[in-house]
């Protein structure tokens, strides 16, 4: 059981550059979303999903895209790559079943420097 | 403003000794409060909720925590820590209304010396 799974784990991009980062599940769950973790700052909602085809804004999402055409994947991708952008990214997954809202379980994390 | 508070940046311990990590919080409702851990290099692990029901909670490894609405607080604590309980702990809050989302604090770093 993989769990999330998350690619590439370290990327270098030059700024204006364009990237998606991979995020995919194997859980069956329905709620994705992604975070970036900066130092003292702890972890910051970007953008999430509660299932195929619905996406919403989260505390940060400006200069980022999501799309969930599928339960399994929910790709991050960065259209125009910013320094300010550079941090670690996770991606997250839960299940929504009964109303409830379970623990998150998180990938390893995609580490993204932009110079 | 929702939000939640990890007033230490670091706490230092020593092994066998008991941990108080402390978290308080400003959400209006009830809110479902969570603690996760993070070792390095690693992505976040579950640790332990607070829903409803008994105050006192206890999660993985051997921590708890204790819920008091008066204080709005959150602390996780563990009677005696282990040098391998040295990782990044977080605080986290699902405010009302937020179905969706959850709202984390800076986290503590939580160094168990020997």
């Known amino acids: 059981n993989a769990g999330v799974t998350q690619t590439p784990k370290f990327q270098v991009l030059k700024t204006g550059q364009s990237m998606t980062l991979q995020c995919a599940q194997d859980m069956n769950h329905e709620y994705m979303s992604w975070y970036r973790q900066d130092p003292g700052m702890g972890l910051r909602l970007i953008h999430y999903s509660v299932g195929a085809g619905i996406t919403d804004q989260g505390e940060v999402p400006n200069g980022y895209n999501v799309s969930r055409s599928t339960t399994e994947d929910f790709p991050l991708r960065l259209l125009s790559a910013a320094p300010s952008q550079t941090s670690v990214y996770f991606c997250a997954s839960t299940t929504t079943s009964g109303g409830a809202f379970g623990e998150l379980f998180f990938g390893e994390g995609s580490r993204l420097t932009v110079l | 403003a929702q939000s939640v508070a990890q007033p230490e940046d670091q706490v230092n311990v020593a092994e066998g000794n008991p941990l108080t990590v402390k978290c308080t919080y400003s959400?209006?409702?009830?809110?479902?409060l969570f603690w996760y851990v993070q070792y390095p290099n690693r992505g976040l692990q579950f640790l332990l909720k607070?829903?409803?029901?008994?105050?006192l909670v206890k999660g993985s490894y051997g921590f708890e925590a204790e819920f008091n609405k008066s204080q709005t607080s959150f602390h996780l604590k563990k009677p005696s820590a282990l040098v391998s309980d040295s990782a990044l702990y977080f605080c986290?809050?699902?405010?009302?209304?937020?179905?969706?989302?959850?709202?984390f604090g800076a986290g503590t770093r939580l160094a168990v010396h020997p």
């Open positions: 959400v209006s409702g009830n809110p479902y």
């Open positions: 607070y829903i409803t029901g008994d105050n």
């Open positions: 986290a809050v699902r405010p009302l209304g937020g179905y969706n989302k959850l709202i």
